[in-house]
T-cell receptor, first 112, second 114 residues
Framework: DQQVKQNSPSLSVQEGRISILNCDYTNSMFDYFLWYKKYPAEGPTFLISISSIKDKNEDGRFTVFLNKSAKHLSLHIVPSQPGDSAVYFC???????????FGDGTTLTVKP | EPEVTQTPSHQVTQMGQEVILRCVPISNHLYFYWYRQILGQKVEFLVS????????KSEIFDDQFSVERPDGSNFTLKIRSTKLEDSAMYFC????????????FGSGTRLTVV
């Protein structure tokens, strides 16, 4: 049972444009959602999170939107930079548990 | 910036052998985790550890696996008798709080079982 899904394995955008990465979840008990970025040969790096009581959280170029009724979240990167090229993982967790359930990841390529 | 350090970066072992993967979490963090990623697959939760005991484990974390925090700084994952399907990247992570606000991951240990 894949509780967190990232349906797009890859995304390519031009430098300076917006990147939108999408994530869907099935378990309505999740109440915290996170995005991680991963470069080859490195561990995931935490980017941004959002609690289920919010619908938007912004940190610099990164904004996460949560639509609870659709069980959908998205990460917007504006403007995209070549250094943003990486694998992006969506993850979900419960407030009362430490573990996170990860999606399959989306490989973002930002072309100069 | 504080880091989670994992050693070794790559370990090759014979099937049936025991391996110990080592991690040094960030010093003021209280929650510790092991995840793994089999090549081409998603990052999977193995175990979480808090207050010197396992707080949660997945069905992957069977009797062949154990974790320990032997000296207050290291956090180890032991696989007692490795199988070919244990080949994966193993990531240690730590967090100051319960982890809902994001972990700090180490760079991982690539375990290859031959």
């Amino acid at each position: 049972d894949q509780q967190v899904k990232q349906n797009s394995p890859s995304l390519s955008v031009q430098e300076g444009r917006i990147s939108i990465l999408n994530c869907d979840y099935t378990n309505s008990m999740f109440d915290y959602f996170l995005w991680y970025k991963k470069y080859p040969a490195e561990g995931p790096t935490f980017l941004i999170s959002i609690s289920s009581i919010k619908d938007k959280n912004e940190d610099g170029r990164f904004t996460v939107f949560l639509n609870k009724s659709a069980k959908h979240l998205s990460l917007h990167i504006v403007p995209s930079q070549p250094g943003d090229s990486a694998v992006y993982f969506c993850a979900a967790s419960y407030t009362n548990a430490g573990k996170s359930t990860f999606g399959d990841g989306t490989t973002l390529t930002v072309k100069p | 910036e504080p880091e989670v350090t994992q050693t070794p970066s790559h370990q090759v072992t014979q099937m049936g052998q025991e391996v110990i993967l080592r991690c040094v979490p960030i010093s003021n963090h209280l929650y510790f985790y092991w995840y793994r990623q089999i090549l081409g697959q998603k990052v999977e939760f193995l175990v979480s550890f808090y207050n010197n005991e396992i707080s949660e484990k997945s069905e992957i974390f069977d009797d062949q696996f154990s974790v320990e925090r032997p000296d207050g700084s290291n956090f180890t994952l032991k696989i007692r008798s490795t199988k070919l399907e244990d080949s994966a990247m193993y990531f240690c992570a730590s967090s100051e709080y319960r982890g809902v606000e994001g972990y700090t991951f180490g760079s991982g240990t690539r375990l290859t079982v031959v």
